[in-house]
């Protein structure tokens, strides 16, 4: 890690295990507003904001609703669900780690009180000088926008970041801001 000067996580995936328990609180949601959502697309999506995938599944299917109140149905829905969430140790250790040594941040395509609530939650907020969050950028993962404003408050370069991601759009986008990027599905096997 010698030219790395900072690391930037994903939140949802990464260092939280909470994409399970966010499938749930979609199935509720899809269900109420008669939306077809496959858990496979669901899973490929990762990385995207609820208000995103609900305005393409509106669309898709032909539906009208206000996808931001729908979103936030969905987040009232996932907040009692948030006292189950659990660490991702391999990656939470990770940052432990390096704490004090180097700026970090989190970059999440899901929303501040959400994310930051889960941070707190795992007793970890505190590891992070910034959490960026999709209501901080305009374009959303895969586009690298959320990885480059993390990298921006903590004061690093992006070819001088390391970033952690679960999804491919995440990797993505942490390729398209000049970042290394690592894949943590390789380290919690």
Same mark, same amino acid.
């Given at each position: 890690?010698?030219?790395?000067?900072?690391?930037?996580?994903?939140?949802? %995936?990464?260092?939280?295990?909470?994409?399970?328990?966010?499938?749930?609180?979609?199935?509720?949601?899809?269900?109420?507003?008669?939306?077809?959502?496959?858990?496979?697309?669901?899973? &490929?999506? %990762?990385?995207?904001? &609820? *208000?995103? =995938?609900?305005?393409?599944? @509106?669309?898709?299917?032909? *539906?009208?609703?206000?996808?931001?109140?729908? !979103?936030?149905?969905?987040?009232?829905?996932?907040?009692?669900?948030?006292?189950?969430?659990?660490?991702? /140790?391999?990656?939470?250790? $990770?940052?432990? !780690?390096?704490?004090?040594?180097?700026?970090?941040?989190?970059? #999440?395509?899901?929303?501040?009180?959400?994310?930051? %609530?889960?941070?707190?939650?795992?007793? =970890?907020?505190?590891?992070? @000088?910034?959490?960026?969050?999709?209501?901080?950028?305009?374009?959303?993962?895969?586009?690298?926008? $959320?990885?480059?404003?993390? !990298? *921006?408050?903590?004061?690093?370069?992006?070819?001088?970041?390391? @970033?952690?991601?679960?999804?491919?759009?995440?990797? /993505?986008? =942490?390729? #398209?801001?000049?970042?290394? !990027?690592?894949?943590?599905?390789?380290?919690?096997?």
């Amino acid at each position: 890690m010698t030219n790395i000067k900072g690391l930037i996580f994903d939140c949802d %995936g990464t260092l939280a295990d909470t994409m399970p328990l966010h499938w749930h609180a979609w199935q509720m949601i899809t269900r109420r507003h008669d939306l077809h959502f496959p858990e496979d697309r669901f899973y &490929s999506l %990762g990385g995207v904001p &609820s *208000r995103d =995938i609900l305005k393409m599944l @509106a669309e898709e299917q032909g *539906r009208s609703l206000d996808h931001i109140a729908v !979103a936030h149905e969905k987040e009232n829905v996932y907040l009692p669900l948030m006292a189950q969430v659990e660490p991702i /140790q391999a990656v939470v250790e $990770i940052a432990l !780690a390096n704490f004090g040594k180097i700026p970090m941040a989190v970059a #999440s395509g899901g929303t501040q009180p959400i994310i930051v %609530g889960v941070l707190e939650h795992l007793k =970890i907020r505190h590891l992070f @000088a910034a959490v960026v969050t999709s209501e901080m950028v305009k374009k959303q993962k895969p586009a690298p926008d $959320i990885f480059l404003e993390a !990298a *921006r408050r903590i004061g690093v370069e992006p070819q001088f970041c390391r @970033a952690y991601e679960d999804t491919e759009l995440g990797l /993505q986008a =942490i390729r #398209s801001a000049g970042m290394d !990027a690592i894949d943590v599905r390789n380290l919690r096997r």
